[in-house]
Every structure is written in C-alpha cells, then in structure tokens.
C-alpha cells in the first residue's frame, strides 16, 4: 500500500482558499487518490477521488500532476465549518486489497 | 438516503468483559469496514468484509473478533476487554467497483471500559 504524507496542521483564514497537498511516491499504476473530512467524534466523510489530473465536485478541487506522486486538496473559500482533520488515502482494488489505512491527516483550523 | 447504522451509540463495559457492536450498511453495499479510533489518534483499521468473507485483516487484537452475516450487517465481538480498548469505533461501508472505495461511515460507538 503507498504510504502518504501530508502536513501535520494548517491555518486559515474565513474566505481563503486551502491547499493540502499530500505526498504518495510509491503509488501504484491502479490506485486512486480520495480524500476523507473528519470532524470530532465523527466518522469521516468522503470528499472527493481522483486518478489523474483534475477532478472537482461542489465542494472541492483535486489536483494531481502527470507523475502522480502528489496530490492537492484544494478547498475554496473556506468556513470556520471547515475546521476539521483531512486525510489522504491511496489506493484501489489491485493493491493490497482493500485494506484502508488513514495515516496521519491534516488538522485545519479555520479562523475568523 | 439510508446511512450506515452504528449500534449501540454508546457502551460502557467493565475490564475482562465482552461487548458487541453492530453495524448495519447501507443497503446494496457490499463491503464493510471496522475502524478503531482512539483519542486524539487517526482511525486504525480493523478489518474488512466482502459478501460475508473476511477480506483484509489490519491491526485487530486476537481478543476481538468479527463477523457479517447473510443479511450483510456486522458484528464486532470483543472479548476479554482492557482500560485500552476504550476508543471510537467506527464502521463504514461501499461497493466495491474497480475503482477505489468510496466507503460512508456511520456515526460510531464509543466504547467506555471502566
């Protein structure tokens, strides 16, 4: 399974625009790239999935270059709602089954 | 739309007693996923079902075991339990495609052991 890396914490401000980028060097040809939200004493929530390039949905934009060996959530215009741990998974159905493992996510705080 | 039922919500246990947590998928998924949240800790993952077999094994204690029955909802048994046990645990489910899961978790039970 490719292991990830992202940044421990990050700070916002409301209306700004958020970027997490995490690092996957070891992805393989199969696997995806998704994106969860955890607030606490929650379980995580889908955000969005990507294979290559661009993918964006109502609520993010995830940016994933040629090489594939990072990817980038990006939020825009963020709420002080959208403090929360972010987390980077990937994988898919050909590498190491379908056995999820979150590593350390992202702690966004949003502020006012 | 149907979401992941967690039952029950909260469960508070005595050291070396057991506990049984249910889960409840969304209906039509086939895969189902236990996770282990300690305080403050990113979620673990326990195990995995697909069509009732076993699919992958994480890091599950040998004391817990789990199970998913024909009517595709699952079972945490816990056995034995200790002050370390204490935790959120959450389940989720997904059908499996030949992409990447995209798995919907259900609201957890928190597990006291006293």
């Known amino acids: 399974l490719a292991k990830t890396t992202q940044p421990i914490s990050m700070d916002s401000y409301e209306g700004q625009e958020v970027n997490i980028t995490c690092s996957h060097n070891n992805i393989a040809t199969n696997d995806y790239i998704t994106w969860y939200q955890q607030f606490p004493s929650q379980g995580p929530r889908f955000i969005i999935q990507g294979y290559k390039t661009k993918v964006t949905n109502e609520v993010a934009s995830l940016f994933i270059p040629a090489d594939r060996k990072s990817s980038t959530l990006s939020l825009p215009r963020v709420s002080l709602s959208d403090t929360a741990v972010y987390y980077c998974?990937?994988?898919?159905?050909?590498?190491?089954?379908?056995?999820?493992?979150f590593g350390a996510g992202t702690r966004l705080f949003v502020k006012a | 739309a149907a979401g992941v039922i967690q039952s029950p919500r909260h469960l508070i246990k005595e050291k070396r007693e057991t506990a049984t947590l249910k889960c409840y998928p969304i209906?039509?998924?086939?895969?189902v996923y236990w996770y282990q949240q300690g305080p403050g800790q990113d979620p673990q993952f326990l195990i995995s079902f697909y069509e009732k077999m076993q699919s992958d094994k994480g890091s599950i204690p040998d004391r817990f075991s789990a199970q998913q029955f024909s009517d595709y909802h699952s079972e945490l048994n816990m056995s034995s339990l200790e002050l370390g046990d204490s935790a959120l645990y959450f389940c989720?489910?997904?059908?499996?495609?030949?992409?990447?899961?995209?798995?919907?978790f259900g609201p957890g039970t928190r597990l006291t052991v006293l």
């Open positions: 209906p039509r998924h086939d895969t």
């Open positions: 998974l990937v994988g898919g159905p050909n590498t190491g089954g379908f056995k999820t493992i």
């Open positions: 989720a489910s997904s059908l499996r495609t030949s992409r990447a899961d995209t798995q919907y």
